[in-house]
């Protein structure tokens, strides 16, 4: 195997020191412009690549941008709100010339991940950061941007009003006439629950239903639950039984169970909207092609990625102390 080339091999043979060479690739800008091009010429005649790891060592600083997700990559990247949102997040990287890192639970601990992540600074997305998560990026010096997480003093956020756009949601369901009204939520989300950091943004739109709900007593509301699949709504909603009679509406906490809402229709023969409406959630891109056209809440995923990413580039530069963007 050939041996890898080192800046103490490139100091030899461009007779300068290694110091000089050390900052060729980290601050150029401290070296005489003759001496300059002498270094790298002898580099990429040598064969020299850079260690980044090195570089960003000798920097302090890694050029990458981390996003902290609490659950296996999988999960995440099946999410098109979550799509939509990493790609704002990596077109201001690639603007910037930042390189971008996933950061999900190592060993299952989110805190151990953060210990070991080469990066300038994080954003959590769709979940609010627990004390011991905190503690390890203050102990980093690290600064965080979350987004859909609960906001706090001193930490930059991006929000959608989620409460709000769901209460006018549910009232135009309820103005419409509909009273058997199904509920598909997620696991451990439930009306009158705060539900977990986890869960914080699903929380408020749950609140956001039941500013609507509470008031009626001739709503017949039942409540299921599945993950992020369509194919996990289908099967939840194949599982339910309904002693009132079928729904009249399935209201969706996202549009991907709204998805799995069509699936069903579809599977027991139920025509949409005629026998049965559907509401989403997120207005996902990827999901305008169903037919008919899904009654939804649209949010910027994209901008909101975009805008979260400048958020957290200006903290790491010193540019601005903490905002919160809705």
């Known amino acids: 195997m050939k041996r890898r080339m080192t800046i103490q091999d490139i100091a030899r043979e461009a007779g300068v020191s290694k110091t000089a060479v050390s900052f060729a690739f980290n601050s150029p800008q401290r070296l005489a412009a003759a001496t300059l091009k002498r270094i790298l010429e002898k580099s990429e005649e040598m064969g020299y690549v850079p260690n980044p790891l090195a570089r960003g060592l000798a920097r302090s600083s890694s050029g990458c941008l981390g996003v902290i997700v609490p659950h296996s990559l999988p999960e995440a990247f099946v999410q098109p709100h979550f799509q939509e949102v990493f790609q704002g997040i990596g077109a201001f990287c690639q603007d910037r010339q930042l390189r971008l890192t996933f950061v999900p639970p190592l060993n299952g601990c989110l805190v151990e991940a953060v210990r070991n992540a080469a990066v300038d600074g994080v954003l959590t997305l769709g979940f609010t950061p627990d004390p011991s998560l905190l503690e390890s990026l203050s102990r980093r010096n690290l600064p965080l941007v979350t987004i859909d997480g609960r906001v706090g003093p001193g930490i930059s956020s991006v929000t959608f009003p989620d409460q709000a756009a769901a209460r006018t949601l549910m009232a135009n369901v309820v103005h419409r006439g509909f009273r058997r009204i199904h509920l598909l939520t997620y696991p451990g989300v439930r009306i009158g629950s705060r539900g977990n950091a986890g869960s914080r943004s699903l929380w408020r739109r749950m609140k956001g239903f039941r500013e609507v709900l509470d008031p009626l007593d001739d709503v017949v509301l039942t409540r299921g639950s599945s993950w992020v699949r369509p194919s996990s709504a289908l099967a939840s909603l194949r599982a339910e039984t309904w002693p009132q009679g079928h729904p009249e509406v399935i209201v969706c906490l996202s549009d991907a169970q709204a998805a799995g809402a069509y ?49 957290l580039e200006d903290q790491w530069t010193g540019s601005t102390t903490a905002r919160h963007l809705v």
């Open 263 to 311: 699936l069903y229709a579809e599977a027991m023969g139920l025509r949409i909207p005629e026998d049965l409406s559907v509401t989403g959630f997120d207005g996902s891109l990827s999901l305008r092609q169903l037919r008919p056209a899904l009654t939804t809440v649209r949010q910027p995923g994209f901008q909101k990625g975009r805008v979260a990413a400048q958020l």
